[in-house]
């Protein structure tokens, strides 16, 4: 668990935690707590992700996956357990003394992880790849893609902005503004990932590239072409940059956040 959760990474999601609570007056600590538990919550979908039955990667940060460095079981329960700590994490009185908050945070990250978000996404995008023997056609058109997306990496990106307002207890307009922003870094970071998986040095980017073309992976990238994505993800940019217009230059940590994630190199 410690080798999948502290061995690297960007932490952007615990960083959109702490940065979304502090714009909007929620205490540091608190937003520590849910940002501990958020990435509890997506170290353990890579570990998962890594495995064989799932995308087979060997490399993940630079370092061998878990299953890897470990084995298929230890990396099947580490991934287990990590689920579960993070709703453990939220539980306790010193994530928000008020139940009604906890209870709140602890529904908002199960549909964002589970069969709604990115579980489910994660289903979809095999299903995409032609993996299983259903009836339901592959999402290869720009809506189902969207979708699938939207539910396999941009609902978490999405709970880690609305954590800060359900800590916050913000109100509807001031959760709205921040809402808008997570839905638009939330595509932005896919489109991202997906640029790097074609145009990224696997050095850098720290794990395999090219991996998505092979693989028949539903993709906007693919669907788009290249030039297009990227004009999109300007667009995801500003409009991350809009919905946080009401908040001013306390908000200016955020939009170079839309624009760190739109223009990584890893």
Request: proline share 3%; aromatic share 4%; net charge negative.
């Amino acid at each position: 668990m410690r080798y999948a959760t502290l061995g690297g990474g960007k932490r952007i999601r615990p960083f959109l935690v702490t940065q979304t609570a502090q714009l909007l007056g929620a205490e540091r600590s608190h937003a520590l707590h849910v940002g501990a538990a958020l990435e509890c919550i997506h170290c353990y979908s890579l570990v998962h992700d890594d495995l064989p039955a799932m995308d087979d990667d060997a490399l993940r940060r630079g370092r061998p996956t878990v299953h890897k460095a470990f084995d298929d079981a230890t990396a099947i329960l580490a991934g287990d357990a990590l689920l579960t700590f993070a709703f453990d994490i939220l539980s306790r009185p010193e994530c928000h003394p008020a139940e009604g908050v906890r209870i709140a945070l602890i529904a908002a990250l199960a549909r964002a992880s589970g069969i709604g978000g990115m579980a489910g996404g994660q289903m979809l995008d095999l299903e995409a790849e032609g993996r299983f023997a259903t009836a339901a056609p592959p999402l290869h058109d720009i809506a189902g893609v969207r979708t699938l997306q939207r539910m396999k990496t941009g609902a978490l990106l999405h709970f880690a902005c609305l954590s800060g307002a359900l800590l916050a207890q913000a109100d509807h307009e001031a959760r709205d503004s921040i809402e808008r922003y997570g839905f638009a870094i939330g595509e932005a970071f896919q489109i991202a990932d997906d640029l790097l998986d074609i145009e990224g040095d696997p050095a850098v980017v720290g794990k395999a590239t090219g991996k998505d073309a092979s693989a028949n992976k539903a993709t906007l990238v693919d669907l788009l072409g290249v030039p297009a994505a990227r004009e999109r993800l300007n667009e995801l940019v500003a409009l991350a940059e809009q919905a946080l217009a009401r908040f001013g230059s306390a908000a200016a940590g955020l939009k170079a956040t839309a624009r760190f994630i739109a223009n990584r190199n890893a």
